[in-house]
């Protein structure tokens, strides 16, 4: 379950939390007591950034404003760097679902499975790599980018498609940052860094003992 209380569905809910439910889950159904939605997560995701309808209403209008086709970034670079965000920052729901985006974009399979290890990959073009290398930069290195990643992008893209790059690509790692500290969806995973092997060192002891006797 998700580190904060899911918001149910009922009468009190400010209007932007009824719409995204109505739009998710289907009108009138509450996504507590019937969870799950199209792309088989469970759908916390959006009944935990209820708790806040701002924050929500802030999500949903980043979503409208990458998503509209006013945007001037190619859909399919856009898409490359939202995937290789989830990757980098250890996302599975933002990984997961932007897969699904990419096929919806146009991108081929083999360029999707190839995200991860893109780097000794030879299907993507000069911008593609480009892309890529940028979002390493911005998820991986905070922002550091060499010179020549970003002379490749502007060699192909004007300064208003390198910001609406920079910005749906910054704004979905802060995605994939939130949907692990609170573990939502895919993302609700048990902590992997613990202690392994047996507390009792007494077999290290007698080895440390022989070694220096």
């Known amino acids: 379950m998700p580190r904060l209380d899911p918001v149910a569905r009922d009468g009190s809910n400010p209007p932007v939390v009824s719409f995204v439910y109505d739009l ?3 009108e009138g159904r509450d996504p507590v007591a019937e969870p799950g939605t199209h792309t088989e997560t469970s759908g916390d995701w959006w009944t935990t950034f209820a708790n806040s309808p701002a924050v929500l209403q802030h999500c949903v209008d980043g979503f409208a404003l990458y998503q509209s086709p006013e945007r001037r970034i190619d859909p399919q670079l856009r898409e490359l ?3 290789r965000v989830g990757w980098a ?3 599975q729901f933002v990984f997961s679902q932007h ?3 990419c096929r919806d974009v146009g991108i081929p399979e083999e360029k999707i499975a190839a995200i991860p290890h893109w780097g000794v990959a030879d299907c993507f073009d000069e911008l593609e790599r480009a892309v890529l290398a940028y979002t390493d930069a911005l998820v991986l290195d905070g922002g550091r980018v060499a010179d020549g990643v970003f002379a490749v992008l502007r060699a192909h893209l004007d300064d208003e498609q390198v910001l609406e790059l920079t910005y749906i690509t910054a704004l979905y790692d802060m995605h994939a940052v939130m949907s692990r500290a609170l573990r939502t969806e895919q993302d609700d995973v048990a902590e992997r860094m613990a202690e ?3 507390r009792d060192t007494s077999a290290l002891d007698a080895l440390r003992e022989r070694r220096d006797g």
């Open 99 to 101: 897969c699904k985006s």
């Open 89 to 91: 920052r250890g996302s």
């Open 196 to 198: 392994t092997g047996p």
């Open 81 to 83: 760097g939202q995937t």
């Open 24 to 26: 998710i889950f289907g």
